[in-house]
Nanobody, 122 residues
């Protein structure tokens, strides 16, 4: 069982930046593909970004491409989401997820964190 704990969320003005972190409890983290998803009130959970186990491949939703960057540090069992040029529509609960299969769909991930709230004011 892998535990994932997100941090770094908060309240920021539009145009600002935040960096989310997701710490994993096991060294097997380095073998997992990792993803970030988000869910706004009244909406479905949606894919944000994903990264391969080595960090060599990254994937982004069109809505965040060019503004968000996913990265990982396997020595620290941590994945990051750098979010720049934030918009009010980025407001959501952000979750990290991990799995050997991980891709752009939530069903590809077995392990999930509890989420960290990001609120962007206009």
């Amino acid at each position: 069982q892998v535990q994932l704990v997100e941090s770094g969320g908060g309240l920021v003005q539009a145009g600002g930046s935040l960096r989310l972190s997701c710490a994993a409890s096991k060294r097997t983290f380095s073998r997992y593909r990792m993803g970030w998803f988000r869910q706004a009130p009244g909406k479905e959970r949606e894919f944000v970004a994903a990264i391969s186990w080595s960090g060599g491949s990254t994937y982004y939703a069109d809505s965040v491409k060019g503004r968000f960057t996913i990265s990982r540090d396997n020595a620290k069992n941590t994945v990051y989401l750098q979010m720049n040029s934030l918009k009010p529509e980025d407001t959501a609960l952000y979750y990290c997820a991990g799995d050997y299969r991980g891709g752009v769909d939530s069903y590809e991930y077995d392990y999930w964190g509890q989420g960290t709230q990001v609120t962007v004011s206009s």
